[in-house]
Each structure stands twice: as C-alpha cells, then as structure tokens.
T-cell receptor
C-alpha cells in the first residue's frame, strides 16, 4: 500500500514550457486535491476533485488545469510555466473520513 | 485571506519537555480541525483531528484542545523528542464545505 505517489520528484522548466504533474492513490479514496506550498506559507488549494468525473477550482487555480483520469489518478498541468509557479506541489486524497493523506511532493523550479 | 493562523512561527523546546503549539481561527462555522506534521522534504502527515462538538481529544503523546468561545486550537506534545522537530500546521473545515484551509505553520525545534 503506497498511499499517495507523485511524479516527478523534481523538475526544472523554462518560462513558457508546459508539463504535467502526476498523482495516484491506492486507498480507494473518492476525493483528491492539488496544493502548492511556498516558503513561510501554508498549503494553498489549487484544484480539487470531490469524486471521479468532477473537478473544481480552489483558492489559486490560475495558470493550472487538472484532469481526474479515473478514481486513482489526478493530474495537474501547467500549460505555460511562469516563475511565479516555482513552488512545491502536493497531491492529497481523502475517503469517507475528513483527513487528507498527502504525497511526498514535486519540487518545481521555473527559470 | 486565510482564516486559520498560528500564534508563533517558531518554537524551541528542550527535549523531554512538553510542547504547546497554538492556532487561532476566525470562522465560527468551522466544524472540523486537524493538525499535520511536516518534516523537511516530506509531505504533511496527519497527527490528530477534532470535531467542533468536542473540547479535547487525545492520541499517542498528543492532545488537541478546542476552545470555541475564543476560536482557539492547540496541540500539546508530551515529552518532546528530537523526532518531533518539524513544521506543524493546523487546518479547519467549514460546516458547508469539505475543503481544508491551512495556517502558515509553526516550526518546532527540539534542543538536546
């Protein structure tokens, strides 16, 4: 039982490049989330998916898109990366309980 | 803006002492609160949670206290160990929502 896995662990992009961050969970959870974490700040919600087939914007959705591919997988796409998107990105999932389980994070640098 | 915040950004504790990490929230409609621990380079890890119909909840070496009158949440760690050094986040959930709102975190450093 791996929990929540994220790929890649690290990524460096040039401004304007695109990329997709992958997330998968093996806990049969209905809900999945994408957060970003910047130095000295808490986690800010980018997008979430309450259940398979639905996605909704969170607090900071601009510049991102998501896809809930199936119940296990929830991807985050940056279409045209900007330096302001340099951050650590965390995926999380939750089941019937309210607690969210987090992945190890993707550290993204945009130059 | 954020409705959840921690009183102090850093806390230094002597090994073996008890730690108290505080969190203030402003949304009186929040009905669920949770504490996470984040070690360097890792994702947040669930510690303990509490619903608004409770005042106190205990786990292994940890206790969460909820004071709804003053909208205050605290995490107590008994007999703090070096492995407790981390950033601690509180988060809340509104009664009409299931999303969590996180505070900025408190960095706890344990002195040997």
């Amino acid at each position: 039982n791996a929990g929540v896995t994220q790929t890649p662990k690290f990524q460096v992009l040039k401004t304007g490049q695109s990329m997709t961050l992958q997330c998968a969970q093996d806990m049969n959870h209905n809900s999945m989330y994408w957060y970003r974490q910047d130095p000295g700040m808490g986690l800010r919600l980018i997008y979430y998916s309450a259940s398979e087939g639905t996605t909704d914007k969170g607090e900071v959705p601009n510049g991102y898109n998501v896809s809930r591919l199936n119940k296990r997988e929830f991807s985050l796409r940056l279409e045209s990366a900007a330096p302001s998107q340099t951050s650590v990105y965390f995926c999380a999932s939750s089941g019937f309980g309210l607690e969210q389980y987090f992945g190890p994070g993707t550290r993204l640098t945009v130059t | 803006g954020e409705s959840v915040g921690l009183h102090l950004p850093t806390l230094s504790v002597q090994e073996g002492d008890n730690s108290i990490i505080n969190c203030a929230y402003s949304n009186s409609a929040s009905d669920y609160f949770i504490w996470y621990k984040q070690e360097s380079g890792k994702g947040p890890q669930f510690i303990i949670d509490i619903r608004s119909n409770m005042d106190k909840r205990q786990g292994q070496r940890v206790t969460v206290l909820l004071n709804k009158t003053v909208k205050h949440l605290s995490l107590q760690i008994a007999a703090t160990q070096p492995g407790d050094s981390a950033v601690y986040f509180c988060a809340e959930k509104g009664s009409n929502d299931y999303k969590l709102s996180f505070g900025a975190g408190t960095t706890v450093t344990v002195r040997a």
